[in-house]
Each structure stands twice: as C-alpha cells, then as structure tokens.
C-alpha cells in the first residue's frame, strides 16, 4: 500500500498505573519482578538474529552492517497496554540505527481504545520513520473490527494461510486525515470476514505469506540470500530480524484485559471474598480473593462495558450473602443469582466473554450459593467449640411453619429444624429444642411439648 506523508505529532505519554502494578507484583512473585530486571527477558522469545555476518565468522552481523528488521507480536485486543507498546516500539524504529523496517505480527479481534486513541497508533504507523508492515499470522490469526483500518494504513501488508480478516465496520480513523480505506473491492472487509486468499484477491493486503520470514523477505530493502535445504532453493534474510513481545510483568495485564479473563477474574474474586466473609479471619481465600478482583476489575474497567450489568452483577453476590448466614438457600439466594447471570451476559457492550467462560462464571457461582456456602456456614456454627449442646432446652420461634420440617430462630441464629412428632409448628410459634441430630434441630411447641426437657437432663 503507498506510505501516507503525516505530519509528525508528539504522542501522550503511556498512563502509569502504579498502585494495579505493585498489587500484580505481589501476585506473580518474585520471579516476575525479576525479569522485569532482565532486559533479554523484557523482550520475551528473542531469538539470535538470523543474519550472517559480513566482518568474520566469528562475529555476528550488526544492524550497522546488514541491517535489522525489528518483529513486533501484537496479540489481543488493542488496549491502552498494546497501543503503547505499538506506539514506542515505533519511535524508537529509526534508520540511522540500521533499523530496515518494522513488522507488526498481528493477532486482534479488535480494539479497546477509542477512536482517538487508535488514531494515535496509525499514525505511529505512518509517520514511522522506517517502513511499517503488517502481518496476520501465524495461522489461524484474525484482524478483525477497527484494527483492519490499521492494516490499510501501513506500508505493506500480508496474511498467512488459515487467517483472516474482516467485519471492520465504519471506518474508525478520521478520512480527512487518513483518506477513504477500503475502497472498491476491498469494501467487503467492512461487512464480511475474508480467508487469507480471498483478502489478497480483494485488495485488503497486499500479499500471502506463509511465515514471517516469507513476509520479511518480500519487504523493500531487506538484504536476502539463497540457500539449499532438502533439495529446495529458498530465500533467507540476510538481515538481522529481531522478534519481540510484551513482557511478562506487563503481558499480566493485558491478559487481565480480555474479556474472559477479566469477567472469570472478577466472578471468582467476589465468590472467594464471599467465602471469606463468613469465616473466621483473614485466609488464603481473602488474598487470591482481593487480588482477583482488582486484575479483574482492570480488566473490566479497560473493555467496553455496561455499568448497570456490573451493578447487577456485583449486587447479586451481596443478594446471594444475605441467605448464606442462614445456612438455607431462599429467595434471596434465587434473586442473586438471577442478578449474577444477566449481569454476566450483559456485563460487555462490545467484546463478550466465551459462552465456555459465561457457563464456568454462572454455573460455578450458582453452586456455591446453594450449595457450598450452606454447608460451609451450617458446619462452621454446629461445631462443638460453639457449644452446639447448650441448645437444648433453649426456646426460640419458627420463621416459616415446621411441618415437619421449616427453620426457626435460637439465640439470633437460624436453624433448620423438624419436629419430634406429628404435631405441626405454625410460623411465628414459639418452640423448645429438645435434640440435636447432624446439623438439624429437633424441636416441639413450647407448650404441649411429648417431653419435658427438664425431665431429658434427668435422665442423662
């Protein structure tokens, strides 16, 4: 595609987000912080250039001499996270270092940013100052949504086999600035999704490339030679090809970002910190819990979303709680978790989670409320350290009828319970404990009760 003269523009620095950052730190250890110190680990994969060296075999090639191609993984949607690396990784390109070209290696379903924003990454792309390609690859890449129109900016363009590319929309970047993309054939990219053959044949990119090095190869200045492998001719870049790629401290983040990730984050956190309210002290569970949320609410908090649904979502887990202390599931255990799920459909405006990761998030936090929390509470408060036996004899009231089974109120606790013997108990009745069995009360109408409790303790 032909470069596109811009004006240079100074860019916004990158937003610092520092008390999210020291939280991450703590959850990935040590082991994070020091790669962060690393500057070969910073890079992540970085393999040795490929290029040969010109002075001697002995010494690798430099930039200075063959020149360098710098391969940039961009993978996810585009965030603030990915638009920065994307933005400096492009300042820092400059000819004078040997730097020949840049390739974006390109894997997005779309992008997070406004239209602003994205604005600013194309145009780090067309006033790079050296030429900037990009590549959907490997396999089974997609550039989808605004990140096509990202695609016609650059210089050059390729796709490998088994991607695609497509259902761009309107055109997100500004036409008086950046010109109608997607003209002409190339206009079905606004509505459909192409296979790789059928974007060339369109003029969507401008190549089929296999690999990247097919693709590096094909670029204007790169310094390539034949070789013979298993009897096949093939070009090879002489060029040094540099790959590159989040790192991993920072990659942590962009993986909260997505929408899966971000949504199962946030649904596990508030169903651990449920969990840890109603026991005794600060846990492992709080911890994982706290952290959860907070990569979770980031990620949340980055994606298009709909405030009223993270409401709902959030207000059905306090819903869920107040049955929880009961130890029984009822209707708020029912209407919370009716809030939970349309909160959790309804929660992103534009990128939704998996129906895998909605199912998970749902079903996981349906059992916990109706299942695992009961049992948790009831087993924690009819444990003998709580002394459980001193309820005999107690007195109390039924919330709901004992026939023969309902729930009462003893000492401000609610119990489930059943009668020992046919003689129902009416809501609002008053009633006597007279056994225990399991995690059940057994108990009778205060009066005209079949045994004197009194006469029970004698008996023992």
């Known amino acids: 595609?032909?470069?596109?003269?811009?004006?240079?523009?100074?860019?916004?620095?990158?937003?610092?987000?520092?008390?999210?950052?020291?939280?991450?730190?703590?959850?990935?250890?040590?082991?994070?912080?020091?790669?962060?110190?690393?500057?070969?680990?910073a890079q992540g994969d970085d393999p040795a250039p490929t290029g040969a060296p010109e002075g001697g075999a002995d010494r690798p090639a430099t930039c200075q001499e063959v020149g360098c191609v710098d391969v940039v993984a961009v993978d996810g949607l585009i965030d603030e996270i990915e638009a920065d690396f994307v933005v400096d990784t492009l300042a820092g390109a400059r000819a004078a270092d040997g730097v020949v070209a840049v390739v974006l290696q390109l894997d997005s379903a779309g992008a997070a940013v406004d239209d602003a924003r994205l604005a600013q990454v194309a145009t780090a792309i067309a006033s790079a100052d050296v030429p900037v390609s990009i590549w959907v690859g490997p396999s089974g890449s997609t550039a989808r949504g605004a990140v096509v129109d990202l695609v016609q900016v650059a210089d050059s363009s390729g796709i490998s086999p088994g991607s695609t590319i497509g259902d761009a929309g309107p055109q997100s970047l500004d036409a008086d600035e950046f010109g109608e993309l997607l003209t002409g054939a190339a206009a079905v990219a606004r509505t459909q999704v192409l296979g790789a053959q059928e974007a060339v044949d369109a003029g969507v990119v401008d190549r089929f490339s296999?690999?990247?090095?097919?693709?590096?190869?094909?670029?204007?200045?790169?310094?390539?030679?034949?070789?013979?492998?298993?009897?096949?001719?093939?070009?090879?870049?002489?060029?040094?090809?540099?790959?590159?790629?989040?790192?991993?401290?920072?990659?942590?983040?962009?993986?909260?970002?997505?929408?899966?990730?971000?949504?199962?984050?946030?649904?596990?956190?508030?169903?651990?910190?449920?969990?840890?309210?109603?026991?005794?002290g600060v846990g492992i569970a709080g911890v994982v819990g706290a952290v959860c949320v907070i990569l979770g609410g980031y990620g949340v908090a980055e994606l298009p979303r709909n405030g009223w649904a993270l409401a709902l979502l959030?207000?059905?887990?306090?819903?869920?709680?107040?049955?929880?202390?009961?130890?029984?599931?009822?209707?708020?255990?029912?209407?919370?978790t009716t809030m939970f799920t349309i909160g959790s459909v309804f929660l992103f405006s534009e990128f939704r989670p998996t129906w895998i990761a909605l199912v998970?998030?749902?079903?996981?936090?349906?059992?916990?409320?109706?299942?695992?929390?009961?049992?948790?509470?009831?087993t924690r408060f009819a444990t003998p350290t709580i002394g459980r036996e001193q309820l005999v004899g107690e007195l109390g009231r039924a919330v709901e009828g004992v026939d023969p089974e309902g729930t009462v109120e003893v000492l401000?606790?609610?119990?489930?319970?059943?009668?020992?013997?046919?003689?129902?108990?009416?809501?609002?009745?008053?009633?006597?404990?007279?056994?225990?069995?399991?995690?059940?009360?057994?108990?009778?109408?205060?009066?005209?009760?079949?045994?004197?409790?009194?006469?029970?303790?004698k008996r023992r």
Do not use: C
Not at 314 to 336: C, K, L, N
């Open 360 to 378: 998970v998030g749902i079903v996981g936090m349906a059992v916990v409320v109706f299942s695992g929390m009961p049992a948790m509470v009831r």
């Open 314 to 336: 959030v207000g059905g887990v306090v819903a869920a709680a107040i049955d929880v202390q009961t130890g029984i599931p009822r209707a708020w255990s029912v209407i919370g």
């Open 412 to 457: 401000g606790g609610l119990w489930r319970a059943r009668t020992n013997r046919a003689t129902p108990i009416p809501s609002g009745g008053s009633v006597r404990v007279v056994s225990i069995d399991g995690l059940v009360l057994e108990v009778e109408p205060e009066v005209g009760g079949a045994i004197d409790y009194r006469e029970m303790r």
């Open 1 to 41: 595609m032909r470069r596109r003269a811009m004006a240079d523009v100074r860019l916004p620095g990158r937003p610092r987000r520092i008390v999210l950052a020291l939280v991450a730190l703590l959850a990935v250890g040590l082991p994070a912080a020091a790669s962060l110190a690393d500057p070969a680990g």
């Open 210 to 280: 296999p690999t990247v090095l097919e693709h590096v190869v094909a670029l204007e200045g790169v310094r390539t030679e034949t070789v013979t492998e298993d009897g096949q001719r093939r070009q090879v870049p002489v060029t040094v090809v540099r790959f590159s790629k989040l790192p991993l401290f920072v990659q942590l983040f962009h993986t909260a970002a997505s929408p899966s990730v971000a949504y199962l984050l946030l649904a596990a956190g508030l169903g651990l910190l449920l969990f840890e309210f109603f026991t005794a």
